[in-house]
């Protein structure tokens, strides 16, 4: 069994740096006929901040999970539709979130550039961003 969850830093400082400077602007506007739009992008930042602030990865019962924060976006296959795992590096212009890498797939990923490619048997590929790439490896060929 594996379990790890890694906290996305790289998604909450600037989020939170957003909503300290639209807090900022709130009262700036406040009155104004655009107070709305401040309000809105608010809610929507601190919505990304909820669903983006960490990333667990599972592996049992022959299944490996990966999903951010509450599980409300979420990934779950069998081990058994794995081909082959690899320790690959993202390019930084990847970002974090859920992602579409052309030729590497779907990507999780809220912090670092280390990550985990998965080829599946149908040929698509899936990466799990990690800190711990090793041990994910390691897991998943045990699983």
Known sequence: MYRHTQTGWFIIVPLAAALVMMSAMY?????SDYIWVI?????VVVL??????????????GNIYVGFSFGLIKKIMKL????????????WWYGWGVRYVHG???MFN?????????????GKKFRIGTDEPAKLIEAIKAG
């Open 48 to 61: 990304c901040l909820l669903i983006f602030y960490n990333l667990t990865v599972a592996i049992e019962g």
């Open 39 to 43: 309000r809105a992008v608010f809610i």
């Open 80 to 91: 058994s539709d794995i081909e082959s795992c690899e320790h690959v590096r993202n390019r």
């Open 110 to 122: 809220v912090s670092g550039l280390d990550a985990v490619e998965l080829t599946l048997k149908d």
């Open 104 to 106: 590497s797939g779907l």
């Open 27 to 31: 009262f700036e506007v406040y009155g």
